[in-house]
């Protein structure tokens, strides 16, 4: 018998079966010729090979499954070994070729898959564009919308600002609405409505700089009046503790404060005293005394009178609204004893005395009378 080599096909499948084994089917494969050996042991599925002491030797030939007792049947090639070569040789031969053809055939699908891939995404990505396109226009014009609605209700809350003559308040509003107006000119492309927004913006930048210039106004009158009644007070207490001079300085500064702030009033149509304006007093100076009867120009006879009328200091003398400004109590005594003049110069000027460390202004009015009484107290040291 030759050995059994891919190059001697075609083959045939011969099967036998003794009487103990007709249940279980013996199978092996030979060349087709007609030396067959019948009495060989060997379990299913065996190919048979010649190694080279002449005896038929068996090889496991796997997957020869198909036969049937009694029949003869194709093997395939690779079933069996090629006795000029080894078997892994062959089986590793086999196994790289189908591994190979795999690779390919899976390196061609995933090209073709790709490919697929890459023209479903150009032909949706030109539609997502334009669908990103409109929603993003769409956006746009809502937030426009949405800005220029904060705009407009910044300018009705400037408004009520300037009712209540809260400046700064109405700046801060103004310029809130500019910055949204702005914001929604930016994201706007039609030209009519960016034209109608762009003259909002500049009667919004108008009004803001209208404001300005009254706060401007306002903070100066203000400095007018702090500096006025900080002189004038001054100049009280300059004149009780006998300093006539600074007195008489101090008086004619009040005065002219005061005149440039009712100047100031005057020349605007705002009303800069509403709500009033407050300032702050500080005269840095103090009376040597409070005590009427320890003024060294009170005799003790006027001292007496004003006792008896309950003025003991100088707390409990009340101003007058009206030139020549002198209190009633303070005329009574001068009629009954005579009073020296620099006794009442001294009495008028206590009684328009503000022991609070701060004043506030409500009217014109007001004004104009603390101006009169700076420019009587200036006007007796000039005399």
Not at 229 to 255: C, H, L, M, P
Request: glycine residues 4%.
């Amino acid at each position: 018998m030759r050995p059994i080599t891919a190059g001697s096909l075609p083959q045939t499948m011969i099967s036998t079966t003794t009487t103990a084994q007709r249940n279980k089917k013996k199978r092996y494969a030979f060349e087709n010729d007609s030396s067959v050996e019948r009495s060989l042991q060997s379990a299913d599925s065996i190919v048979f090979d010649r190694k080279g002491d002449d005896n038929l030797h068996p090889v496991d030939a796997g997957g020869v499954e198909s036969l049937a007792t009694g029949t003869t049947t194709f093997v395939p090639q690779f079933l069996f070994l090629s006795a000029s070569a080894p078997t892994i040789v062959q089986l590793s031969i086999d196994i790289l070729t189908i591994l190979v053809s795999v690779i390919v055939l899976s390196t061609i699908g995933l090209a073709i898959l790709r490919g697929y891939q890459f023209w479903q995404w150009i032909t949706s990505s030109d539609g997502e564009n334009e669908t990103s396109k409109n929603t993003a226009i769409e956006s746009s014009e809502v937030s426009a919308g949405q800005l220029i609605q904060n705009g407009n209700d910044a300018i009705e809350k400037n408004k009520q600002a300037v009712r209540n003559s809260d400046y700064d308040g109405a700046i801060e509003y103004l310029s809130t609405a500019i910055s949204q107006y702005q914001s929604a000119v930016d994201l706007i492309t039609n030209p009519d409505t960016v034209s109608d927004l762009q003259t909002t913006i500049d009667k919004a930048k108008n009004e803001k700089r209208k404001i300005k210039s009254i706060i401007e106004d306002q903070n100066e009158i203000k400095d007018k009046l702090k500096s006025g009644e900080q002189s004038f007070q001054e100049g009280i207490v300059a004149y009780v503790n006998n300093d006539k001079t600074v007195s008489r300085i101090r008086f004619r500064q009040a005065r002219d404060n005061y005149m440039d702030a009712i100047e100031l009033i005057e020349d605007n149509d705002e009303d800069y005293l509403t709500p009033p304006v407050k300032v702050s007093v500080d005269p840095g100076r103090e009376f040597s005394t409070t005590m009427i009867n320890e003024l060294s120009t009170i005799s003790e006879a006027v001292a007496t009178i004003l006792a008896d009328a309950g003025i003991n200091s100088i707390a409990d003398l009340n101003s007058t609204d009206e030139p020549p400004w002198t209190p009633p109590s303070v005329v009574e005594a001068v009629d009954s004893e005579g009073m020296s003049k620099d006794a009442g110069t001294t009495l008028t000027l206590l009684s328009m005395w503000n022991d609070a460390d701060s004043c506030e202004f409500e009217s014109l009015e007001e004004i104009s009378r603390r101006q009169q009484q700076a420019e009587y107290g200036f006007a007796k040291l000039s005399s």
